[in-house]
């Protein structure tokens, strides 16, 4: 299956920085999404961004499926963005089986 | 109005005991899955169901059983619970390949 990498897994942030996060595969995926854990453990898909530039508010993905990467954006961080950031991809012909990277674990401080 | 609603939040219970956990999703959804997120916060996939069809079925022990009774409702039932069975499990729908929409998980402490 692939491998999927997450950079950095720790960040912290002032409150109004922003961001990058990044997300790099071992292998070409056709189905890539992002995932924002709350610190009460609540997943909340982001964006569902197999190739491509989507925004949504403050946040925006970029994902370059030729190169094996996708990244999201965080500008004016608050201190509600706070918690774990997970990208996940699914091969193309695989059955839906989404592989989660270990995630970025985000601190916001006031 | 919950759109993938898992019950119950916490489940704590002894070594040996079997436990069921209960998932629903109200979005018409065709495929649903369990996934184990571990002490260290890793996702894993469990199971899928489309349409009321096993159609992943990873490495997890036998103790493990879905049923899906139809399309909208996904339960785990696990035998013999043991230590290591401990984590946060959570259900998740979608449709087809799509967007992935998480329940709200069920914390497991296997004493």
């Known amino acids: 299956g692939i491998q999927v990498e997450q950079s950095p897994p720790d960040l912290i942030l002032q409150e109004g920085a922003n961001s990058t996060l990044r997300c790099n595969f071992s292998?070409?995926?056709?189905?890539l999404q992002w995932f924002h854990q709350n610190p009460w453990g609540q997943l909340i898909n982001l964006f569902y961004i197999p190739s491509g530039t989507k925004q949504n508010g403050r946040l925006s993905a970029t994902t370059v499926a030729t190169e094996r990467y996708s990244l999201l954006y965080i500008s004016s961080s608050q201190t509600t963005d706070s918690g774990v950031y997970f990208c996940?991809?699914?091969?193309?012909?695989?059955?839906?089986?989404?592989?989660f990277g270990k995630g970025t674990k985000l601190s916001v401080k006031p | 109005d919950t759109a993938v609603s898992q019950t119950p939040k916490y489940l704590v219970t002894q070594m040996g005991n079997d436990k069921s956990i209960k998932c629903e999703q109200n979005?018409?959804?065709?495929?649903m899955y369990w996934y184990k997120q571990d002490s260290k916060k890793f996702l894993k996939i469990m199971f899928s169901?489309?349409?009321?069809?096993?159609?992943i079925n990873e490495t997890v022990p036998n103790r493990f059983s879905p049923k899906s009774p139809d399309k909208a409702h996904l339960n785990l039932h696990i035998n013999s619970l043991e230590l290591g069975d401990s984590a946060v499990y959570f259900c998740a729908s979608s449709q087809g390949r799509e967007k992935l929409f998480f329940g709200s998980g069920t914390q497991l402490s296997v004493l």
């Open positions: 169901y489309n349409n009321k069809e096993l159609i």
């Open positions: 292998d070409s995926v056709n189905n």
């Open positions: 996940a991809g699914a091969m193309r012909g695989s059955q839906g089986n989404l592989i």
């Open positions: 979005l018409g959804h065709d495929t």
